[in-house]
């Protein structure tokens, strides 16, 4: 069951991926062709911090395990997250409180305030464009795994 739900996120990735490479019109993403085994998307995955599992120009993609934390804001990143593994609550848009460059085109926050609140899980997909804060604020099954497809805007 689980190699089927990991071959069947896979095909929705690439499925993803192509349509936003369309859509944002990134003339090359990705760059290569990528395989990668379902035995290293379960390594990656079982970590809370995840990693890269695939990285081009202009493109990554993570398998991403985490809890509740900081919200985010990237300048240039567009993401697509695909929820494989339990629950949060999910705050997009608003406004950050507090927020700090961390990196360049990066700032964190430890809050948003407004914007709008979802609650995702398993088989959910959510869209974050560029220059938008998005937060994990409650998860309540303690993690929660995604693959976050990471585009960048020229």
Not at 49 to 71: M, T
Not at 78 to 99: C, L, Q, R, S
Request: charged content about 20%; glycine content about 8%; cysteine-free.
């Amino acid at each position: 069951m689980r190699i089927l739900l990991t071959r069947a996120t896979l095909l929705t990735t690439a499925v993803l991926l192509t349509v936003a490479a369309v859509l944002l019109g990134s003339g090359g993403v990705p760059a290569s062709v990528h395989y990668i085994g379902h035995d290293k998307v379960t390594q990656v995955m079982s970590k809370v911090r995840g990693e890269p599992i695939v990285s081009d120009p202009g493109l990554r993609v993570l398998a991403q395990r985490r809890e509740a934390g900081a919200a985010e804001y990237h300048d240039i990143n567009n993401h697509v997250f695909i929820f494989v593994e339990g629950e949060a609550t999910f705050v997009v848009g608003g406004t950050m409180v507090d927020p700090k460059r961390t990196a360049p085109n990066q700032m964190r926050a430890p809050s948003v305030t407004g914007g709008t609140t979802y609650h995702v899980s398993k088989g959910d997909v959510i869209t974050i464009p560029a220059k938008t804060p998005h937060w994990f604020k409650e998860v309540p099954s303690k993690t929660i795994a995604y693959y976050a497809v990471n585009i960048e805007s020229k």
